[in-house]
């Protein structure tokens, strides 16, 4: 780890765990680590705990909590990690379904590139991404460590209407749209899985801390998937990282 | 009873306390801003605090009533009247089928009020809370601000809730919305991203609320707060109250319907109490900012509860209290009272002059 986590105050309900101002596996693992451990010792008056790329937010009830007992239990969580704290190793498997209609962009990835659109689609399945936090909107997963070769600027003109699971690049980001929205990212598929549904709990379907592979799927699976999901019977398929499913 | 909408007003919205627990997969919390006011409606309407209720910001809405029950305004006075007759804010009111409710605009200070009813808002609850979050579409009466035409209906009432019609909220139990009052602010948690002197700036400097303020945030004008070494941070939580300071040095405090995490510093954190205050100003209006530690920030927020608890309990007196057994028109020109004095009891007879 490089810097010694610091607690920081954020008004009177709020706690903020800062491991370092910076994007790395190392930091993000420290802060999931941190979350479960808080998670499992269920504490009175916590109300909520937020993970960041670099933070943890422990947001508590000034009311019914002892804060003395939140930051002891805050230390005592910090002095467990200690080097053994480690990024989780569960992936998840998303289904998507490259080019066409779904990947509108994916032509002019490939080109941007001078690759064949099949070989975008190869790097960007190829490698596991890691979801350091959600946030932006309901569900929009910050997905790092897409293969570098195929980053990609984002749009000149946004996009004014983006449909639900649409995949795209941004720089050397790659994301799914959870809900439509408007958005500048390059798309290159669709994956047929709801990944934000207010109706359910939990609401979304990745999770910070969660690895992310993506599965090419053509069009029949995609329509077969996509049934499935109406029904309620799709199953998220999570791995152990680097198991081929 | 159920509120038909004739008029809907410059932004009227369902709100309860808010969305909690759903900020890990960047749900914005959203709900009252000024929570103060909607927690001491609730009560004294016999709702739960939490209990949804309209915020009305600067004019109001006009709504006609199907069935009856209670309704009380807080916060700011936007000039209520039932059927045309002014009403007073912090009173609890009995309204009938066709009373209609309406409101001229602001009188003294504030720009938001409270429209509790008996019975609470029941629109459906989504992730726990019927808050409407109006960038994301989704909660309270279809993810929107109402529009004419729209029929709310309202949950059970508490079964005595006839018995609290004429409640007063008491004069030192209502929240101070004093302009000349500071802004209680905890420094933190970027607040060593700062200089000395931008520290002092923040804390010295009288700033104005810009016309840049909505329910997601409120910017301010102001002396400049100067960086030590830039204003991006990788993006963190930001929480209610928080108070970022972009590039431009102008600070930013976030409000209820603020983003889940953001990356820009920030130098500290408003309290609650503060936050609600501040709600209620209106662009135009200055502000300043003053240090608290956070242990002080929690005894305030300890002694608002306690302040919410009397007002709990000042309600219980009401409906306990012994009053008219006669009451057939809105402002009777006599009546009977059961009137109970150091134990004795009376009957009174009286007639208007």
Redesign the interface.
Known sequence: MNETPKV???????L?V?FG???SLEINGQVQALRSFLESKNIQGI?????????L?V?FD??RSD?DRIKSAISEGLSSLGESASIGTKEAVIPVCYGGDHGPDLPSVAKHHGITENEVVARHSGKSCYCY????????S?LGGMDESIATPRLETPRELIPAGSVGIAGKQTGIYPIDSPGGWQLIGRTPLTM?D??K????LL??GLWVRFRPIDQDEYDEIQAKVKQGSYVLEIVEKGEIS | MRLEVKSPGMLTTVQDLGRWGHQAIGMPVAGAMDPMALKRGNLMVKNPQNAAALEITVMGPSLTVHGSGLIALTGADLGMAINGVPSEPWRTYSVQDEDTVSFSGMKGQGCRGYLCVSGGIDVPSLMGSRSTYIRGKIGGYMGRALTKGDILTCGEPYILWDRCAGFSCPDDLRPNYAPSLPLNAVLGPQDDCFTEEGIQTFLSGEYTVSPAADRMGYRMDGPKIDHLDGADIVSDGICLGAVQVPGHGQPIVMMADRQTTGGYTKIAVITGKSVARLAQRLPGESVRFQSMSQDQAVQEARSEAQEIERLRLAVEGWIASPREIVQDEATPDSGRLALSVEGQRYDVTWERL
């Open positions: 920081h105050p954020a008004g009177e309900t709020c903020v800062d101002n910076s994007i109300m909520e705990i937020m993970p960041t790329y670099r933070s937010a947001y000034p009311v804060l936090m959600l946030g932006f909107t309901p569900g929009f910050y934000y207010p109706s709990d939990p609401a979304t999770d910070a």
